[in-house]
């Protein structure tokens, strides 16, 4: 299957496992209010903490080992078994050390944080690393868009009020659950039956491990902000950042996505000897995250004030100010996108990727002790900015010879031009129109036009770039079926 192809299901797919929380978010937020959202944010940051330790570093790992062997069968059934098997024993020793630290230490919202153990069980049985390393993205969104469609009527059906967090809860665990328990079903015609030993599990464990010293960096600066604004401030503060958190997450998923499609596909394309394949494929992908990361980036900048209250309710009007602040992430992780997960990870440049990560990761922590007691939220969206920045400006250093930057700084600055007067457009509109879901429409709209017109006037003055390649490229296939 084709990049394209597979970059749009794995769109489709990142944005379907936020899209439902989303969804509900103006009727949720006002139905269990800022406290509710807050210590659902919480016990689940806390369930992510052994949701990582269950995984160890086999969501990559596997991907990239499926991917690298799915042309043998026999070979890549090896490898499948035997990375299950070390999953299924490490995750269930995460799920009995995360119920004893519930049951022993958790003194309040203990009910949610028991009920968090679906997502826990969840882990268990995920195979989703597997179809990936086929990329067969098509299977994994098919199957889960009638899990979260479904999730998504069940919380308009039953939660009507601040005692229905734990049936909240435990709707949105389940459909993590069931997401996973669905791709069993369609494993069985594509592996054989092989013999597993000792041996071929353990030969996994390093290579694993590898992978998941990175992991644990990323859980610091994506999952620890929340808890310790839990810890430092308030319950109330976790859930106006964990909106405004699962927004940005939306926003750039249309980015991240890429990174997700590329890594099988880098990793086969080196593995197979093709290194000016993989390196015309790095531009191409910086060019087009570049693309989509500086409108999105700006955009979400530029509506929020206007945006947030109508859409979450006066209760999150914090939000707002969050958002802007975490909104050139957007910018940052599609480059650390591509130069890691696209570039250093399908090259096995661990280290790097690693120390990357790590400096990002002490970033974030040292910032939050600072900001967070004083500032909250906020003081978290400074904290997760600069850590974000931090692993960016490491991966730069580490590919500064492998990028053909004259190439794509001059685009990279067209770029931000076009989005900055973007920004001014929607900005302007917002004031002038006020809160309103009217306001909004118009807004994106705008940005959306604007910027699309000033790029493809450079392009065209320019003689070239992406979007008038793509135009051109298919007013052959117009022309034919005319």
């Known amino acids: 299957m084709s990049v394209k192809k597979n970059y749009l299901y794995n769109l489709i797919y990142q944005i379907m496992v936020m899209i439902v929380p989303l969804l509900t978010v103006p009727y949720v937020s006002r139905v269990l209010s800022a406290k509710g959202v807050g210590i659902f944010a919480y016990t689940s940051s806390i369930a992510q903490y052994f949701t990582l330790l269950g995984m160890l570093g086999i969501g990559i790992y596997g991907n990239k080992m499926i991917a690298m062997t799915r042309d043998n069968k026999k070979e890549m059934s090896e490898n499948f078994f035997s990375i299950y098997f070390l999953q299924l024993i490490v995750s269930l020793g995460s799920v009995l050390g995360y119920l004893l630290l519930v049951l022993l230490a958790v003194r309040s919202d203990r009910e949610i944080a028991l009920i968090q153990t679906i997502t826990l069980l969840g882990t268990v049985i995920d195979c989703t690393w597997f179809f990936s390393g086929l990329e067969m993205f098509k299977k994994i969104v098919t199957r889960n868009l009638l899990i979260k469609c479904l999730s998504l009527v069940a919380v308009f059906s039953f939660v009507k009020g601040p005692g229905d967090l734990d049936l909240y809860t435990f709707i949105m665990c389940l459909s993590a659950f069931l997401g996973q328990f669905l791709m069993w079903f369609y494993i069985r015609n594509r592996i054989v039956r092989v013999k597993i030993t000792g041996r071929s599990v353990r030969k996994h464990v390093v290579p694993v491990l590898m992978y998941f010293l990175p992991q644990v960096a990323m859980q610091v600066y994506f999952v620890l902000d929340k808890t310790m604004i839990g810890w430092l401030s308030s319950k109330s503060e976790v859930g106006i950042y964990d909106y405004a958190d699962k927004i940005q997450k939306v926003a750039i998923a249309a980015v991240t996505s890429l990174g997700t499609v590329m890594l099988p596909r880098m990793a086969h394309t080196f593995i197979t ?210």
Not at 342 to 351: D, E, I, N, T
Not at 460 to 482: T, V
Request: with cysteine; glycine share 10%; proline share 3%.
């Open 273 to 482: 000897g093709q290194k000016d394949q993989a390196k015309k494929y790095i531009m191409k992908s910086l060019d087009f995250s570049t693309l989509l990361a500086v409108p999105i980036m700006f955009g979400l900048a530029g509506i929020a004030r206007e945006f947030i209250p109508w859409y979450m309710g006066n209760g999150f009007v914090e939000c707002a100010t969050v958002l802007i602040l975490i909104s050139p992430t957007v910018f940052f992780m599609a480059w650390s996108g591509v130069f890691g997960s696209q570039y250093l990870l399908p090259l096995g440049k661990m280290r790097a990727y690693t120390i990357s990560l790590y400096v990002g990761a002490i970033v974030n922590f040292l910032l939050n002790l600072v900001f967070i007691k004083p500032y909250g939220s906020i003081g978290a969206s400074i904290g997760t900015l600069a850590a974000e920045l931090s692993v960016t400006l490491v991966q730069i250093y580490f590919v500064r010879n492998d990028i053909q930057w004259k190439q794509i700084l001059p685009k990279t600055v067209l770029y931000i031009g076009a989005g900055a007067v973007m920004y001014t457009v929607v900005s302007l509109i917002g004031r002038s129109m006020g809160v309103s879901i009217i306001t909004t429409f118009v807004q994106v709209t705008a940005g959306v036009l604007s910027y699309t017109a000033m790029i493809l006037a450079a392009e065209y003055a320019g003689h070239g770039g992406i979007i008038l390649e793509e135009i051109r490229r298919k007013r052959p296939s117009y022309k034919s079926n005319g």
